[in-house]
């Protein structure tokens, strides 16, 4: 199946400072790529849709200047936490679909982000 | 507002037993409901559902999407202890294939 690999896997940063997290298409090219955050505990909450590109649509109730998602390539999609916070410690998860009939998501690993 | 709702959201059974899982959803614009499996990092894919009454079968896990009641259920029969993991429904809607969660049902299959 298509793979997505996630960097880094984790990260800890101190408050104040911006961290990026990157997801990458390793055997497709994907048409659009979305980030979700999971809180523990939580299911996922998508927190934006990126089209290779184009800007990205964000959900309601989630910065679009704190979370600065880049999608340059149909490999490479870029979220970027800025001025990070300890609130914004959580699970980050994107997810990648291609070309197809199925329109399947396949899935990061994920990156676990603390802020201390 | 667009809505996934699980139940039930956690359960513990015996290895051996089977299991349903029941997800239900109001959204617009429905293309398709998908069923994941999440471990302790990122859910992997099961199933994708697009019409009514139509079973998919996996193994020992199956599903089948009700269109017109609006839900779907994951079975699971002869439970064991590696099916312990939270079971994720969502719905992808036609707008950007935008995929809503619904919070997962958490089961635990213990010896």
């Known amino acids: 199946g298509a793979v997505v690999s996630q960097h880094p896997s984790w990260v800890i940063c101190k408050s104040g400072t911006s961290v990026k997290i990157e997801c990458r298409s390793l055997d497709f090219q994907a048409t659009t790529m979305f980030w979700y955050r999971q809180f523990p505990k939580q299911s996922l909450m998508l927190m934006a849709t990126?089209?290779?590109?184009?800007?990205?649509?964000?959900e309601q109730g989630v910065e679009k200047d704190k979370f600065l998602i880049n999608h340059a390539s149909l490999t490479l999609s870029t979220l970027t936490v800025t001025s990070a916070h300890p609130e914004d410690s959580s699970f980050y998860i994107c997810?990648?679909?291609?070309?197809?009939?199925?329109?399947?998501?396949?899935f990061g690993p994920g990156t676990r982000l603390t802020v201390t | 507002e667009d809505k996934v709702v699980q139940s039930p959201l956690s359960l513990v059974v015996h290895e051996g037993d089977t299991v349903t899982l029941n997800c239900s959803y109001e959204v617009t614009n429905f293309r398709s409901l998908l069923w994941y499996k999440q471990e302790k990092k990122a859910p992997t894919f099961l199933f994708m559902l697009t019409s009514s009454g139509i079973e998919k079968k996996s193994g020992r896990l199956s599903s089948i999407l009700d269109k017109k009641e609006l839900f779907s259920i994951l079975n699971i029969t002869a439970t064991q202890t590696g099916d312990s993991a939270i079971y994720l429904c969502?719905?992808?809607?036609?707008?950007?294939?935008?995929?809503?969660f619904g919070p997962g049902t958490s089961l635990s299959v213990i010896p």
């Open positions: 997810s990648a679909r291609g070309f197809g009939e199925r329109y399947e998501q396949y």
């Open positions: 969502a719905v992808m809607k036609t707008s950007y294939d935008k995929v809503i």
């Open positions: 990126s089209n290779e590109g184009s800007k990205a649509t964000y």
